[in-house]
Each structure stands twice: as structure tokens, then as C-alpha cells.
């Protein structure tokens, strides 16, 4: 029988516990395993960098859930990014969406240029320009949809069509929707990415990462990689991320009701210059995030009229929404991209792509709606009142 992403879950890969019929997977604090004799692990566990009872049914759920055959979980999303190129060689060049996380950026111009792999950062929202930078050198895409923090999105499906001509792996990276609200294997795409730090563990209280295919020979290279780097999660983190999952559906619900409440009122204050919401009529993709997702989640940026000061006024007003790094959590945060999260991008780039000074981005939690819209009300007074009201 076929289940829906509420029933995986709660129950892929966490059958009860099977010498005490524990209802929740167990934290298996351990690393090493007894044999039963020599070379003769049992079940296949030997070593816990290898394979951990716990990690194995994180894997198994999320795999589920993004209708993967594998899923393969590490210490973070940059440990994550990290495996990936392990599918790479010296020479090889990967295009990336030009609008990436920032540290996803310092990633590829700081580390993977080092050791001889060349990124090429284009708008992977243009299917022109994304046609135009393809080449046999390219043996990877990178793509983020939506993008943080412009939340522009990318055709999942004609960019597969055009790098599968071209010989081209496509990765995703799917930690702002969650399988809840987006599936890239399902339009095309090789591999899914997630900083499981964010929806998918959805508390604020781990750092992780995981990644899920259907191809077998490119599970078994992750898998040998995720072995013999070793930036694997510990038991108790992957028992973290499996508690994040059973209510990933319901959270993302409140996430989105909450992001589509705060962005319409947004839009209609007259100290603020735009909002970005993919579930706004007025996003320049909205009929593709309508196409390709399930639901417009839990992201919004915004410009208030004014500049560096106004936005600083306001982020540091708030009450609810908490002056943070990160996202996915159920508390609000909020922040200014160009001082903190891409920091680590020249000022030049952002201001290139449209990253300004006073760009801010909210992660929107599962509070009250009111109380929210409250909170960021009395913050816009503050904020404006002396230069604009």
C-alpha cells in the first residue's frame, strides 16, 4: 500500500523497536558493536561511523518522504554539500544558482576552487542563460529553489531536461520547502539536499544534513564517502531530525498559513518598498510555484523604505521575532542578509544580484498570525518614524 507524507512520517523506517517494542527508534549511544563471531557482525553493524541503528531509520524516513530509494545523512548541510563533490573530479566545472545560501558561495570559491573545481554562478531562473553556460566541462548543477535570500525559483523540470542532454548531474537543494511542499526527484533532479538543521528537524536544536537519490551506483559512492571522510551525525541528533519529521507536515502547514498572512500585510504598509513571497500574486514565478510545489512555505524578504539604519531599527525591535541566524524553526526569526547569513559574499556580488543593504528575511514560526503581525507592526513604527512618518 502507498502512503501519504503525513503516515511516512511517523512510521518509514520506525517499526518498533524489536526486543522491547519501543514505539520511538531507540538513541543508539554507541561505537563499536559486539560480533557474534569473527567477522560476523550482526545485522550488518560494526562500527558507528559505518552504521548506527538510529542514523539508518533517519535515512530511511527521509528517503521516504522525498520518494527516494536512499537517503544519507552527515554532521551539517556544508558537511553535506561537501559529499557531493565527491562525485567530482580535479577539472570538472559546476553551474550553481547564482542566489545560493552564503555559505553554500564561500563553499565553491573558497574551497572547491582549490582543488581544481571551477563553479560558474548563473541565474538557473533563465533557461537561456542555464543553456548557454552548459558545456561538457559541466558535470554538475547546483540548484537552489527558491533561493535564499531572493526566493527566486527555478524550472526543476526544463533544467533536468537540458542537463540530462548534457550529460550533467543535477543537485537540488530543497531545505526551504521540505518534501512537504516540493519533491525534485519526482521533476527530474539526481539528488536532494537538505540542511536538516532547518524544516526538517524544525526545533532549533541540531545541526545535520542529508542527502536522497534513486540512483544506486551514486548512493554507493555517498555512502563509501560518508565512511571514510566521516562527517556523520551523532545518534542523538538523527534522533533529533526523526522527532522533527513526524510533525514536519503539520508544521509547514502553520509555517505557510502564518508566511501568507504576514506577507499580504506586508505588502499593503506603506513603509514597506517589496516583499518576496512565492504565495504573492505579485512574485514574478508565482504560477511556477504553483506548478512545481505543494505549498509557498515559511520564507519572506523585504525592503522597508530607507536603508541599512531603518532595516537595523526594525530587527532590532521586534519581540517575537528573534534577531537569529538560521531558519525552519518553530519560533520566528529574522535577520539582514548582507551582515549576516551572506556576509561572506563581496558587497559588490549581493548589490549585483539584488542583495541590499537592507534586505530582510524572516523565517516565519508557527506563533499566533496576529501576534506575529502585531509584533512586526510596532517594529515598522519604530523603524520608520523618523525619516518617513
Same mark, same amino acid.
Given at each position: ?16 523497536? @524489536?526486543?522491547?517494542?519501543? &514505539?520511538? $527508534?531507540?538513541?543508539?549511544?554507541? =561505537?563499536?558493536?559486539? *560480533?557474534?563471531? +569473527? ?125 540530462? @542532454?548534457?550529460?550533467?548531474? &543535477?543537485? $537540488?537543494?530543497?531545505?526551504?520547502? =521540505?518534501?512537504?511542499? *516540493?519533491?525534485? +526527484? ?204
Amino acid at each position: 500500500m502507498k502512503y501519504q507524507l503525513e503516515t511516512l512520517a511517523i512510521h518509514a523506517g520506525q517499526d518498533p523497536e @524489536a526486543m522491547t517494542g519501543a &514505539v520511538n $527508534v531507540p538513541i543508539f549511544q554507541t =561505537s563499536t558493536y559486539a *560480533q557474534a563471531g +569473527l567477522g560476523q557482525p550482526r545485522l550488518g553493524y560494526e562500527y558507528s561511523r559505518t552504521n548506527n541503528p538510529t542514523r539508518q531509520a533517519y535515512e530511511q524516513c527521509l528517503a521516504a518522504l522525498e520518494g527516494a530509494k536512499h537517503g544519507v545523512a552527515f554532521a551539517s548541510g556544508m558537511a553535506t554539500t561537501n559529499n557531493c563533490m565527491y562525485l567530482l573530479q580535479s577539472g570538472d566545472e559546476v553551474l550553481v544558482s547564482d542566489d545560493v545560501y552564503g555559505g553554500t558561495f564561500r563553499f565553491f570559491t573558497k574551497v572547491m576552487s582549490k582543488f581544481g573545481v571551477q563553479a560558474h554562478f548563473v541565474n538557473t531562473s533563465d533557461l537561456a542563460e542555464v543553456e548557454k553556460h552548459l558545456n561538457p566541462k559541466i558535470k554538475m548543477v547546483w540548484v537552489e529553489s527558491p533561493t535564499n535570500p531572493l526566493l527566486k525559483l527555478t524550472d526543476i523540470r526544463a533544467v533536468c531536461k537540458l542537463a540530462k @542532454a548534457n550529460g550533467s548531474l &543535477v543537485v $537540488v537543494d530543497n531545505t526551504f520547502m =521540505s518534501p512537504a511542499f *516540493q519533491r525534485p +526527484l519526482e521533476l527530474g533532479a539526481d539528488i536532494v539536499m537538505h540542511s536538516a538543521t532547518k524544516y526538517l528537524g524544525g526545533h532549533s536544536d541540531l545541526v545535520g544534513g542529508i542527502l536522497a537519490t534513486n540512483l544506486d551506483e551514486i548512493a554507493a559512492d555517498m555512502r563509501f564517502h560518508q565512511n571514510a571522510v566521516g562527517a556523520i551525525p551523532g545518534p542523538f541528533d538523527c534522533f533529533l531530525a526523526l522527532r522533527g519529521l513526524k510533525t514536519l507536515a503539520v508544521r509547514m502547514q502553520a509555517h505557510a498559513r502564518n508566511a501568507q498572512a504576514i506577507a499580504e500585510y506586508l505588502e499593503a504598509h506603506p513603509a514597506v518598498r517589496q516583499v518576496i513571497y512565492p504565495g504573492l500574486a505579485s512574485h514574478s514565478q508565482h504560477a511556477l510555484a504553483k506548478a512545481q510545489m505543494h505549498g509557498f512555505g515559511g520564507m519572506i524578504s523585504f525592503e522597508i523604505k530607507g536603508g541599512i539604519e531603518e532595516a537595523r531599527t526594525l530587527v532590532e525591535s521586534t519581540r517575537l521575532f528573534l534577531l537569529a541566524e538560521s531558519l525552519g524553526g518553530v519560533e520566528s526569526l529574522i535577520e539582514v542578509p548582507a551582515t549576516m547569513t551572506h556576509a561572506s559574499i563581496p558587497r559588490e556580488r549581493r548589490l549585483e544580484m539584488g542583495i541590499a543593504d537592507g534586505l530582510i528575511r524572516i523565517s516565519v514560526g508557527i506563533e499566533n498570525t496576529q501576534d506575529l503581525i502585531g509584533d512586526l507592526q510596532q517594529a515598522l513604527e519604530k523603524a520608520v518614524s523618523k525619516t518617513l512618518v
